[in-house]
């Protein structure tokens, strides 16, 4: 007995019959042909496991119908800026019950003499991006509370001037300059909170346009304490103007503190950690270069795997959060390492045109 198929259109060659099949071999995939408008033609059976409708309610709706609001910017970028065959893209989408679950989709872009038609192969992610976000918020409390003394220190400082000069005024020495000295103190702890309130942030995705050395620069601001203590300096190479990407600063900011947190916990003895950012023709690349422990070659394997560390105290998730972070910006990292000389990380993450 045949196996019957409802779609909004049947499948209309032998290339899209063979996806549908293989589609509807795992009940959790979900098989979508769009034309070159972004109009739906094809929609396999299990969409109505995913989000609730049968798929002929799609007819000939655009694709863009139950794709979240936030994320259609970003799924329009995915399908008309990127030229490769084959890529990937997190969203989410609004069910029949009106609730808001994440998709991931592999878009495959299948070129023909006159059209282009997008296959796309969708499953729901919702348990694992709720899984990751809670990483990210505890790897996020986890750096306050190692920051927690320096950061005292950067309050404790400026309340230790201010309280000096409030008991000259208090005693009759009045002087112009006091004012402006405290006025630049007050500046120092406003700036040293709001980088904690910031990195206390919730994991909300805020994606906009920035600077990524300014992101780097406030990262050295904030951790200058911690490297001051260690006996370790900061040596930066910036590019001469600004150097833009998409994304959210705040989760970026993060993979900052958590890479020159790294390499200053890695210096057994005082020294210098150089950050370079180096614009490509499609990409900016940060590297952050200790002089510390280094790893070996089976170590330096190890890397990025759960709950592996090099660390006493470590539980490895740091890297791992890194990770998702970095994929979710379409950018990367490696390493490389050497034992007793110092380890290199570099990022890679593309940049924004106007």
Not at 122 to 146: F, P, V, W
Request: proline share 4%; net charge negative.
């Amino acid at each position: 007995m045949e196996r019957q198929l409802t779609t909004t259109k049947d499948p209309t060659s032998v290339k899209e019959f063979f996806i549908s099949s293989l589609a509807e071999a795992d009940e959790n995939i979900v098989l979508t042909i769009l034309d070159e408008n972004g109009i739906y033609k094809y929609v396999s059976p299990n969409i109505e496991r995913l989000l609730g409708y049968p798929p002929t309610f799609f007819g000939d709706k655009h694709c863009n119908y139950l794709i979240h609001p936030e994320d259609w910017h970003d799924w329009m970028i995915n399908e008309t800026q990127n030229y490769q065959r084959y890529s990937f893209i997190q969203y989410r989408m609004i069910t029949h019950s009106n609730v808001e679950i994440w998709v991931e989709s592999l878009f495959i872009i299948v070129p023909s003499a006159t059209i282009r038609e997008y296959v796309i192969l969708s499953r729901e992610i919702t348990k694992r991006k709720q899984m990751e976000d809670a990483l990210i918020q505890n790897e996020k409390l986890a750096a306050i509370g190692k920051l927690a003394a320096g950061i005292a220190h950067d309050i404790r400082n400026p309340l230790t001037s201010l309280k000096g000069f409030l008991d000259l005024m208090i005693s009759g020495i009045q002087d112009p300059i006091y004012l402006q000295i405290m006025k630049t103190e007050i500046e120092r702890i406003e700036l040293t909170t709001n980088e904690l309130m910031l990195l206390a942030k919730p994991s909300k995705k805020e994606v906009m346009r920035f600077d990524i050395q300014q992101i780097i620069r406030d990262t050295l601001m904030l951790l200058d304490t911690e490297a001051f203590k260690q006996q370790v300096q900061f040596r930066s190479d910036f590019h001469e103007t600004p150097v833009y990407i998409n994304g959210d600063p705040y989760q970026i900011k993060q993979v900052m503190i958590n890479f020159v947190k790294n390499a200053i916990e890695a210096m057994m003895k005082k020294g210098v950690i150089e950050i370079s950012v180096t614009q490509l023709e499609e990409a900016c690349q940060v590297k952050i270069k200790d002089e510390g422990c280094g790893l070996t070659k089976e170590e330096l394997n190890q890397i990025g795997r759960p709950f592996y560390t090099s660390k006493e105290q470590g539980n490895g998730l740091g890297l791992m959060m890194c990770e998702y972070i970095l994929r979710n910006h379409k950018g990367f990292m490696s390493f490389s390492s050497e034992k007793n000389k110092g380890t290199t990380v570099t990022i890679q993450l593309p940049l924004s045109h106007k």
